[in-house]
């Protein structure tokens, strides 16, 4: 099955700062999906990106498939945003390969 | 519109016992998909069904697992008989289909979490 790398593993930032999230795989996928897993352990849909750029908010993701990567963008961290984010990835549409997670620590 | 729903949020069973996880995913939805977390694991693919029909039941750990999707429409995921490292979270996603083929981005319930005793 197709690999994923999440980087860095945890992350710990001021309230205020930027910063980004990187997820690497290992083959050609045509599903890419961001998702925030909240204190209450639910997956929130952030970004369906198996390619190009899309913002919503103080977020924005890139993938780039050629090159196999995909970067998740946070700027003017707020508290709300600590979390764990999972990138997952499909290479047919259908079974969704997760890496291990960025956990995200802002603190006021 | 509602989202994906699971029932029930917990479950605690002893070692032996069977357990019987619903989910019911947002309408209009062919496909279905069961993923679980186990302690300190990665989020791993169960199975997927589009309509009543399972397309691909790969990540199924054992026989000990049986997945239902009467009429298409809600599904059960049953453990029979539950094991210790049976216990995590396991979670329902839905998907709408491509009208070529294919899928779009998956939403999810927000899980079960079972321990097994």
């Known amino acids: 099955g197709i690999q994923v790398e999440q980087s860095p593993p945890d992350l710990i930032l001021q309230e205020g700062a930027n910063s980004t999230l990187r997820c690497n795989f290992s083959?050609?996928?045509?599903?890419l999906q961001w998702f925030h897993q909240n204190p209450w352990g639910q997956l929130i849909n952030l970004f369906y990106?198996?390619?190009g750029t899309k913002q919503n908010g103080r977020l924005s993701a890139t993938t780039v498939a050629t090159e196999r990567y995909s970067l998740l963008y946070i700027s003017s961290s707020q508290t709300t945003d600590s979390g764990v984010y999972f990138c997952?990835?499909?290479?047919?549409?259908?079974?969704?390969?997760f890496g291990a997670g960025t956990t995200v620590t802002v603190r006021a | 519109e509602a989202g994906v729903t699971q029932f029930p949020s917990h479950s605690v069973i002893e070692k032996g016992q069977t357990v019987t996880l619903r989910c019911d995913p947002i309408?209009?939805?062919?496909?279905l998909y069961w993923y679980r977390r186990v302690m300190g694991k990665e989020i791993k693919f169960l199975l997927h069904?589009?309509?009543?029909?399972?397309?691909?039941e790969s990540g199924m750990p054992n026989n000990r697992f049986l997945a239902e999707r009467t009429g298409g429409t809600y599904s059960t995921l049953k453990v029979q008989p539950a094991e210790l490292e049976d216990s995590g979270v396991y979670f329902c996603?839905?998907?709408?289909?491509?009208?070529?083929?294919?899928?779009?981005?998956?939403?999810f319930g927000p899980g079960t979490r079972l321990t097994v005793t």
């Open positions: 996603a839905s998907s709408p289909s491509r009208r070529h083929g294919g899928a779009y981005e998956q939403y």
């Open positions: 083959d050609s996928v045509n599903n």
């Open positions: 990106i198996p390619s």
């Open positions: 997952a990835v499909s290479s047919n549409d259908y079974k969704l390969s």
């Open positions: 309408s209009g939805h062919d496909n």
């Open positions: 069904f589009v309509k009543e029909s399972k397309q691909d």
